[in-house]
Nanobody, 127 residues
Framework: QMQVKESGGGSVQAGGSLRLSCTTS?????????IGWFRQAPGKEREGVAC????????FYANSVSGRFMISGDYAKSSLYLQMDNLKPEDTATYYC???????????????????WGEGTLVTISS
């Protein structure tokens, strides 16, 4: 079992920045994991935002956030981060951190890939 917990959500104006953090219970061992950020806006499906494969630090981004968001990790601290810049009102959503041991051939932005989920943190962007 793996615990995942998000923090860092809040409210900012459009154009601002936020940094989300995700702490996990087991990221500093010898196994490789996919850690991803997903979001769900009111009335919409949950979508993949960004993910990282700890085995080789490959990162992947949704087109809607590419160039504005950056995912990074401090594996010794079992922590992942999502730096979000130039935020837009359409980025408003509950953001979830999720994890999976090992790679998933369908890609890490697919929520089906993930085994462990946090409870989410709310991000609100005002215009």
């Amino acid at each position: 079992q793996m615990q995942v917990k998000e923090s860092g959500g809040g409210s900012v104006q459009a154009g601002g920045s936020l940094r989300l953090s995700c702490t996990t219970s087991r990221l500093d061992d010898d196994d490789a994991y996919i850690i991803g950020w997903f979001r769900q806006a009111p009335g919409k499906e949950r979508e993949g935002v960004a993910c990282i494969y700890t085995g080789d630090d490959r990162t992947f981004y949704a087109n809607s956030v590419s160039g504005r968001f950056m995912i990074s990790g401090d594996y010794a601290k079992s922590s992942l981060y999502l730096q979000m810049d130039n935020l837009k009102p359409e980025d408003t959503a509950t953001y979830y951190c999720a994890a999976r041991k090992g790679w998933y051939v369908g890609g890490c932005l697919d929520q089906i890939a993930m085994s462990y989920w946090g409870e989410g943190t709310l991000v609100t962007i005002s215009s």
